[in-house]
């Protein structure tokens, strides 16, 4: 059997997690479309509880793909997405799963595996879950991540309402942390943005009406699928998971914050 010898060294298996954006195909990167088309495997999340049906409809992140990856190359991932207990028996065991599904796949010869995933890898995403357990499994495994276009700078292009301006600062939370850090940021001066906000859009509403933001808030909602909605906020709406809040700065002449 002929070795592959010092100067022929082993390729090292590589796993990838690829933003794809808030669900636009065309807001995938350049880098984004050739790495799913290099990868030997491209897995997606699904809810665990629907994983078992294949008549399960694709997740946010496989609908997107699908316009640039053959489905034969594509494969599924359940998580616990809408565990809501934090770090659960149901999440970890979950986590582990698709953790081993990777490895397996490296084991029967895959030498790249990406992991699409909505919005930005970097940014409250699955991805870095997954990262964690096939690091323990095969430390030497390479993580990489090509950036993706959020779902926020997505809502501000789509509006028209520029994040940040001079020295305003800009605040990314997810509602699920609670009201207080969300208080905290509209008392200050700058952009607020709120991801998940479906199960709190009542409290986000109080808060921006104490501190008189509402009329300027921006809802987004099902951005860059047919069903999409940008607008004012409205009190009594009932708002999908992947919903963005956004709040610009106080605002009162052009470069003011100069």
Request: glycine share 10%.
């Amino acid at each position: 059997m002929t070795g592959l010898g010092a100067d022929h060294p082993p390729v090292a298996a590589t796993l990838t997690g690829v933003g794809v954006g808030p669900g636009d195909p065309e807001l995938l990167t350049l880098k984004a479309v050739r790495v799913l088309a290099e990868a030997d495997l491209v897995v997606v999340p699904v809810l665990d509880r629907l994983a078992a049906d294949p008549a399960t409809p694709p997740g946010r992140a496989e609908t997107t793909v699908r316009a640039h990856v053959p489905a034969d190359r594509l494969r599924r991932l359940p998580f616990a997405l809408e565990d809501r207990g934090g770090v659960t028996a149901r999440r970890e065991a979950a986590w582990d799963a698709a953790a081993r599904a990777v490895v397996d796949a490296f084991d029967a010869g895959a030498r790249s595996v990406a992991f699409a995933t909505i919005g930005d890898p970097n940014v409250y995403s699955t991805f870095t879950y997954l990262a964690d357990g096939v690091r323990a499994l095969r430390p030497a495994v390479r993580l990489r991540t090509v950036p993706g276009v959020t779902a926020m700078q997505e809502l501000a292009a789509r509006s028209g309402v520029p994040l940040c301006q001079g020295r305003e600062p800009l605040t990314l939370l997810p509602a699920t942390a609670g009201a207080a850090p969300v208080a905290d940021a509209l008392a200050g001066p700058g952009t607020v943005v709120v991801y998940k906000g479906w199960r709190r859009h009542r409290e986000l509403v109080d808060e921006l009406r104490r501190y008189d933001r509402l009329d300027d808030a921006v809802l987004g909602c099902g951005l860059g699928l047919p069903d999409e909605r940008i607008g004012p906020v409205d009190p009594d709406d009932e708002l999908p998971y992947l919903s963005t809040l956004l709040v610009p700065a106080r605002r009162d002449r052009r470069g003011g914050k100069l």
